[in-house]
């Protein structure tokens, strides 16, 4: 089972951009599709972007659509959230999280199994 380490969260004005990095240990990266979730104060937690295991397929919530890219590099066992024009209503704790059964990235939290322990993104107006 992999570990999940997020970093790159920060304090950034609306439409700024930041990039969140994932870092995996264990061998087996390339065998797990990868998610990031967020969830902000008093809201459940919601899915903003998927990859599958070698990165050619790619999806997003509609609210972070044509603003956030997902990537990753096998190699460095590392998933990467590139997100521009940030908005306030992107504030959140943004969790990585990854899963060896999936067939392809979904929404649903519950479908995940292994977490990190999360990185803060705070937008201001």
């Known amino acids: 089972q992999v570990q999940l380490v997020e970093s790159g969260g920060a304090l950034v004005e609306a439409g700024g951009s930041l990039r969140l990095s994932c870092a995996t240990s264990g061998r087996t990266f390339s065998s797990y599709v990868m998610a990031w979730f967020r969830q902000a104060p008093g809201k459940e937690r919601e899915f903003a972007a998927g990859?599958?295991?070698?990165?050619?397929?790619?999806y997003y919530a509609d609210s972070v659509k044509g603003r956030f890219v997902i990537s990753r590099e096998n190699a460095k066992n590392t998933v990467y959230l590139q997100m521009n024009s940030l908005k306030p209503e992107d504030t959140a704790v943004y969790y990585c999280?990854?899963?060896?059964?999936?067939?392809?990235?979904?929404?649903?939290?519950?479908?995940?199994?292994?977490w990190g322990q999360g990185t803060q993104v705070t937008v201001s107006s």
């Open positions: 990859i599958s295991r070698a990165g050619g397929n790619t």
């Open positions: 999280a990854a899963s060896a059964a999936l067939l392809r990235a979904n929404g649903n939290p519950n479908t995940y199994d292994t």
